[in-house]
């Protein structure tokens, strides 16, 4: 029996998360699997992995074949590693604790550049949020700037044109007396 590790897709129209799976290589793309190793969801920045290495490491060493996209994410998530170090330790090459102490220093060096990954989205965002407010405050200062200029051209039009009345007021009062 071909057993393939494979990603199983759920999640609804647009928005896919995927299982982790190892399963005959014969069954439907989401139908029956043999167990399920983990969760893979790509509509996050970076992508949200879960998996059971040590279960994903027993497949391959029993001869299961992962897919170009389960490859990867074995590969990213230290699978295919440490099934390598195993055939190392299996064949004498290297001892158990060598092996343990590559790894561990893998998994360290893989952390620290995820979490920078992290920290560099985390800042971009930041910096993006800061230059909005900075912008929406300039459109708010320019409308502030406009309505106080139309404000202060409104009551000079209007005290212009109180003074043309008392002015017409008054021409009229002496044309009247002059008429006396």
């Known amino acids: 029996m071909p057993v393939k590790i494979r990603l199983q897709r759920h999640g609804k129209k647009g928005k896919p998360f995927y299982w982790i799976v190892a399963a005959d290589s ?61 055939e190392g330790v299996r064949k004498g090459a290297i001892t158990e604790e060598q092996a343990e102490a590559k790894y561990n220093a893998w998994v360290e060096e893989k952390a620290k550049a995820i979490d920078s990954k992290r920290s560099k989205l985390a800042d971009v965002k930041a910096q993006a949020k800061a230059e909005a407010l900075a912008a929406e405050k300039a459109v708010n200062e320019a409308r502030i700037a406009e309505a106080t200029a139309e404000e202060a051209e409104a009551t000079a039009e209007a005290e212009a044109t109180e003074e043309g009345a008392e002015a017409t007021a008054e021409a009229t009062e002496e044309t009247a007396k002059e008429e006396e």
Request: no cysteine; hydrophobic share 35%; proline share 5%.
């Open 26 to 86: 014969r069954s439907k793309r989401d139908g029956k699997y043999l167990e399920k190793l983990g969760t893979y969801n790509p509509n996050v920045n970076p992508a949200e992995i879960n998996l059971n290495i040590d279960g994903a490491v027993q497949w391959l060493q029993n001869g299961a074949q992962p897919t170009d996209t389960a490859r990867a994410i074995l590969s990213y998530k230290g699978a295919m590693m440490k099934k390598h170090l195993a």
